[in-house]
């Protein structure tokens, strides 16, 4: 009851872009810590690696042990970064047409409804190029194909996902003084959903015999915005320093 989900935004492009993942960036002639211990999702999630070496070398590391320079931008998330502007800016094109059409301010309405369907055929071809980066890299017949690249893509955003479910447990466990309750319920590839049920109860206890439905949607979207995204940006932030990648790129939102 009263859950609230949160996205991350175009994951797989912005993994590539956050952690540099290109052919050319991949170092191969440095020690991989691919048979550490305390590498992994779960090692990187419990911050058992010491990465002080990483800002020594210059380069960030991704969960499966392949390590990407940082000293220049690789061709992959160059091009990622190029083809997601595009995409944005074909899709607010679209949703201003949207807006003009619902807004019945228009002189001849199906040239408003073909500017729609051109500019979302556009953003949706620009979102199946930018999705379809990972699956190049894992394909045996790409010029590029790399396992290594491919699973680091995918390890990446298993750790985001992770990362992000384990630091807002803990954040509302203690805004709420409890031990050890899972409030994100569940979570999927790029999105986690968060239980604020006791929360609510907390706040609205000496009203709960009435209809608060308004009031508490109010309430969680104004938590949701004030309290919960900037604390995600926060423990992104962590996590950049602690990998060390290239740039941070994870954004979650509603």
Same mark, same amino acid.
């Given at each position: 009851?009263?859950? +609230?989900?949160?996205?991350?935004?175009?994951?797989?492009?912005?993994?590539?872009?956050?952690?540099?993942?290109?052919?050319?960036?991949?170092?191969?002639?440095?020690?991989?810590?691919?048979?550490?211990?305390?590498?992994?999702?779960?090692?990187?999630?419990?911050?058992?690696?010491?990465?002080?070496?990483?800002?020594?070398?210059?380069?960030?590391?991704?969960?499966?042990?392949?390590?990407?320079?940082?000293?220049?931008?690789?061709?992959?998330?160059?091009?990622?970064?190029?083809?997601?502007?595009?995409?944005?800016?074909?899709?607010?094109?679209?949703?201003?047409?949207?807006?003009?059409?619902?807004?019945? +301010?228009?002189?001849?309405?199906?040239?408003?409804?073909?500017?729609?369907?051109?500019?979302?055929?556009?953003?949706?071809?620009?979102?199946?190029?930018?999705?379809?980066?990972?699956?190049?890299?894992?394909?045996?017949?790409?010029?590029?194909?790399?396992?290594?690249?491919?699973?680091? +893509?995918?390890?990446?955003?298993?750790?985001?996902?992770?990362?992000?479910?384990?630091?807002?447990?803990?954040?509302?466990?203690?805004?709420?003084?409890?031990?050890?309750?899972?409030?994100?319920?569940?979570?999927?590839?790029?999105?986690?959903? +968060?239980?604020?049920?006791?929360?609510?109860?907390?706040?609205?206890?000496?009203?709960?015999?009435?209809?608060?439905?308004?009031?508490?949607?109010?309430?969680?979207?104004?938590?949701?915005?004030?309290?919960?995204?900037?604390?995600?940006?926060?423990?992104?932030?962590?996590?950049?320093?602690?990998?060390?990648?290239?740039?941070?790129?994870?954004?979650?939102?509603?």
């Amino acid at each position: 009851k009263w859950v +609230v989900s949160f996205d991350l935004n175009s994951l797989y492009p912005h993994l590539i872009q956050q952690y540099n993942i290109s052919p050319e960036t991949l170092v191969t002639d440095e020690i991989v810590c691919a048979d550490s211990e305390h590498i992994g999702v779960d090692g990187l999630l419990e911050q058992k690696l010491n990465t002080d070496y990483l800002r020594i070398k210059d380069l960030t590391l991704t969960p499966n042990g392949q390590h990407f320079t940082r000293k220049f931008k690789g061709f992959l998330p160059k091009l990622m970064e190029t083809i997601y502007n595009e995409r944005v800016e074909f899709k607010k094109k679209m949703l201003k047409e949207e807006q003009i059409l619902e807004d019945g +301010v228009y002189t001849n309405k199906q040239t408003i409804v073909n500017k729609i369907a051109k500019y979302n055929n556009i953003q949706m071809s620009k979102k199946i190029l930018l999705n379809s980066a990972y699956g190049a890299l894992a394909n045996q017949y790409f010029l590029y194909h790399s396992p290594e690249q491919a699973e680091a +893509v995918t390890t990446s955003g298993q750790l985001s996902i992770r990362w992000i479910e384990n630091s807002i447990n803990k954040y509302i466990n203690n805004l709420l003084s409890t031990e050890k309750v899972d409030y994100v319920i569940a979570a999927d590839t790029d999105s986690i959903y +968060v239980t604020f049920d006791r929360l609510v109860s907390k706040v609205f206890k000496d009203t709960a015999h009435i209809d608060n439905t308004s009031k508490i949607i109010t309430f969680l979207d104004k938590i949701s915005k004030d309290k919960i995204e900037p604390f995600i940006d926060s423990s992104y932030e962590a996590l950049h320093s602690y990998v060390n990648s290239y740039a941070q790129k994870m954004q979650m939102g509603r």
